[in-house]
């Protein structure tokens, strides 16, 4: 009888210590679940977190989209920053008692239990957060020369370079006009007598900037370096038919009155020119033959561009073919055309320009629309991306 005992008191405790040690390691699992990296109420706490964060940023975006709403409808700038963002806070909830964050730092939001966001995530100003075509807010308005449309500062200006080089050695960002806001009047017989016309300094820099070609004496050059470096001296009037070259607008910023290229520089924007062969074929990734350039070159007096512009083949969809811009009424009865500021090698009169279906041509004594180019040097490039 006592070995019986024994023998059941031996089983009863290896049991014992058996589920003590599953317990242990039961207790040691749950604890690890539950406070672990990737545990339980860690999750539930990045989840409050990330729940209260995004609350916050909410709120806060639509103080700023209200701001934004009402400058754009008086005309005024809508570059953002750190300090324009903190103030826009600040003005909003200015009443409000109950707030929706904690603290306004000089670059920050403190929500109510800690938590920081960072003003600089309310606004892009960073090169590789945007891509070629796409749409930024700029603070200039203007209603276009042949579909009429009124373009604003929220679909009227798109990326066109994000890693461009200003002729001091800048590196900037360069915005093209989605429209046509301006025409020029090209007369190749009193191109040299105008007032924007480039002089002798400026057709050499040109041609060593864009092309490999010593031909910088001809009425194109003088034309094409005027419409680059000049395009701020030549005078606008409200008409859609200037006179030998001048230009002619309907709308911008408001204004009907005679103005000059200069209306187009706004806020840390510091040229403004007509665009170049060059640069439609930066954009398009389409490098010249055997070379790793994307300028124009003379080669036995033929020019050096890429094939006609179509839908099919413009990568930032429309950014140059506008006949694919709909909603922006163009159409067969809006037929847009626009002046390069670039020579024709096969003649010394004529400039390149894109007809409504892609097409380069030449033309010397012609009215034709501009797209308007503007450099924003990158370290002051706080343009914010928009979806019109």
């Excluded at 300090?83 to 603290?103: G, Q, V």
């Excluded at 000049?230 to 009907?256: D, E, M, R, V, W």
């Excluded at 103005?259 to 403004?272: K, R």
């Excluded at 009169?349 to 503007?374: D, K």
């Amino acid at each position: 009888m006592d070995e019986k005992v024994k023998k059941q008191t031996g089983i009863t405790l290896i049991a014992l210590i058996i589920t003590i040690i599953v317990l242990l390691i039961l207790v040691g699992v749950t604890i690890a679940t539950l406070t672990g990296e990737n545990g339980i109420l860690t999750r539930a706490n990045d989840s409050k977190k990330q729940t209260e964060i995004a609350s916050v940023k909410e709120q806060a975006q639509l103080d700023i989209a209200n701001w934004i709403a009402e400058r754009l409808e008086n005309g005024e700038d809508t570059t953002l920053d750190d300090a324009t963002i903190k103030n826009i806070i600040e003005t909003a909830n200015a009443s409000n008692t109950d707030k929706y964050y904690k603290e306004l730092q000089s670059d920050k939001i403190i929500t109510q239990n800690g938590y920081e966001i960072l003003y600089s995530e309310f606004y892009q100003n960073e090169e590789n957060e945007l891509e070629i075509g796409d749409y930024v807010n700029y603070n200039v308005s203007y209603t276009d020369m042949y579909s009429r449309y009124n373009f604003t500062a929220s679909d009227g200006w798109r990326i066109l370079d994000l890693n461009g080089i200003d002729d001091d050695g800048t590196s900037v960002i360069k915005i093209i006009s989605t429209g046509i806001p301006v025409k020029v009047n090209y007369d190749s017989n009193s191109i040299l007598s105008s007032t924007w016309s480039g002089n002798s300094t400026q057709r050499i820099n040109y041609a060593t900037k864009f092309y490999s070609s010593n031909s910088n004496d001809n009425e194109n050059m003088y034309a094409a370096s005027g419409l680059y470096y000049n395009f701020q001296s030549i005078n606008f009037t409200n008409t859609t038919a200037p006179t030998k070259n001048n230009g002619g607008f309907l709308n911008i910023n408001n204004n009907t009155d005679n103005t000059t290229g200069n209306i187009f520089l706004s806020g840390s924007a510091t040229s403004v020119h007509a665009l170049t062969g060059e640069e439609v074929n930066k954009a398009r990734n389409k490098k010249i033959e055997n070379d790793s350039e994307f300028e124009l070159v003379d080669n036995g007096n033929e020019s050096s561009f890429s094939t006609q512009i179509t839908m099919e083949n413009d990568p930032a969809t429309g950014l140059f073919y506008l006949r694919n811009l709909n909603k922006f009424n163009y159409s067969t009865d809006a037929l847009p055309y626009y002046w390069l500021a670039s020579p024709v090698f096969e003649g010394k009169l004529s400039m390149w320009m894109i007809n409504y279906e892609g097409a380069m041509s030449g033309g010397s004594q012609n009215t034709s629309g501009v797209r308007v180019v503007v450099s924003i040097p990158k370290s002051q490039f706080k343009l914010t991306k928009v979806i019109p």
